[in-house]
């Protein structure tokens, strides 16, 4: 959101002045101005997460493992039936998620190993449909 690499041990450090200093706000992401007033008042990552830098769905600022065992929670307790994950692209984010909080998920029987049929479209159970849709084919009633 601010075009720095940060891990989860700076969570409750505030950024030093030579990360403000090259801090930026990201021109894709409308909430990054706000992360970086936050963080240039000398608050914690922990604090910029908690003030509003992202406040429209759940962030779990941590390690892998923390990121896991919220996913886990959500997940058993009904809170959810599945997730839209958007993590850090500045840097590792896509990365780190998939070689660290992935291989968690799937050593607690949560995330499959393989996927169970050779298509897209088994795997979403989605229908074939070859050529127009016979809904749009058929003529009009008069």
């Given at each position: 959101?601010i075009?720095?690499?940060l891990?989860?041990?700076q969570l ?15 021109p894709?992401?409308p909430?990054?101005a706000?992360a ?5 008042e ?11 830098a992202?406040d429209?769905?759940?962030v779990?600022?941590?390690a892998?493992?923390?990121?896991a065992?919220?996913m886990?929670l959500?997940?058993?307790?009904g809170a959810c039936d599945g997730f839209?994950?958007?993590?850090d ?9 998939v ?10 029987g949560l995330?499959?190993?393989?996927y ?5 479209r ?18 009009a009633?008069?």
């Amino acid at each position: 959101m601010i075009g720095l690499p940060l891990g989860p041990g700076q969570l409750d450090e505030p950024l030093t002045a030579d990360q403000l200093a090259d801090a930026i706000s990201s021109p894709h992401d409308p909430r990054s101005a706000r992360a970086l007033e936050v963080a240039r008042e000398g608050r914690t990552l922990r604090d910029v997460l908690a003030h509003g830098a992202i406040d429209y769905h759940p962030v779990v600022a941590g390690a892998a493992a923390d990121v896991a065992d919220h996913m886990q929670l959500w997940f058993e307790t009904g809170a959810c039936d599945g997730f839209s994950i958007a993590v850090d692209g500045y840097h590792d984010g896509f990365d780190a998620f998939v070689g660290q909080v992935v291989p968690i998920l799937q050593e607690r029987g949560l995330f499959h190993d393989e996927y169970e049929d050779p298509t897209l479209r088994e795997n979403l159970g989605a229908h074939e449909q070859y050529g127009l849709d016979p809904r749009l084919t058929k003529p009009a009633r008069s």
